[in-house]
């Protein structure tokens, strides 16, 4: 009997142990080559005790693209990342088009936006509602 609980307690710790919490790293893009299909502009405006981040988001894709989230990185003097933030662009991107945006930001000595995620909305042939 004891041979089993000393078994039972060995598995149980080794199961917590293995659902820790881990540190979180860098968040980095989930859409790998989104360069290829956006282009970015932005420049940081000092607003208050704030910064704003305005800039236009491109779509230089022949596609639709719905669920843009941009990653925002905040970086210290030395190009070294301090913090992220994500952002929402609200409605969707059709093939060449161009929507503005503005993320409220901390002050930095610099920033970086990336695309993070996005969906390519398919065109249905039949309408959705008859």
Same mark, same amino acid.
């Given at each position: 009997? !004891?041979r089993?609980?000393?078994?039972l307690?060995l @598995?149980?710790t080794?199961?917590l &142990?293995?659902? +820790?919490?881990?540190?979180?790293? /860098?968040i980095?893009?989930h859409m790998? %080559?989104?360069?290829?299909?956006?282009?970015?502009?932005? &420049?940081?405006?000092p607003? %208050? !005790?704030? !910064?704003? @981040?305005?800039g236009v988001?491109t779509?230089? #894709?022949p596609y639709? @693209?719905t669920g843009i989230? @941009?990653l925002?990185d905040v970086?210290d +003097? #030395?190009g070294?990342? !301090?913090s992220?933030?994500? $952002?929402?662009v609200p409605g969707?991107?059709g %093939?060449?088009?161009h929507?503005?945006? #503005?993320i $409220?930001?901390v002050p +930095?000595?610099?920033y970086?936006?990336?695309?993070?995620?996005?969906?390519? +909305? /398919?065109r #249905?042939? /039949?309408?959705?509602?008859?």
């Open positions: 009997m !004891t089993r609980r000393l078994a307690g @598995l149980t080794v199961m &142990a293995a659902a +820790a919490p881990v540190r979180a790293g /860098e980095q893009p790998l %080559g989104w360069e290829q299909v956006f282009r970015i502009e932005f &420049a940081p405006v607003k %208050g !005790t704030t !910064t704003v @981040l305005e988001l779509n230089v #894709s639709n @693209l989230r @941009l925002v970086l +003097a #030395s070294q990342m !301090t992220q933030q994500l $952002s929402f969707g991107l %093939g060449g088009d929507v503005p945006f #503005s $409220s930001v +930095a000595p610099a970086r936006v990336r695309v993070y995620t996005y969906d390519r +909305a /398919e #249905s042939r /039949e309408p959705f509602f008859r």
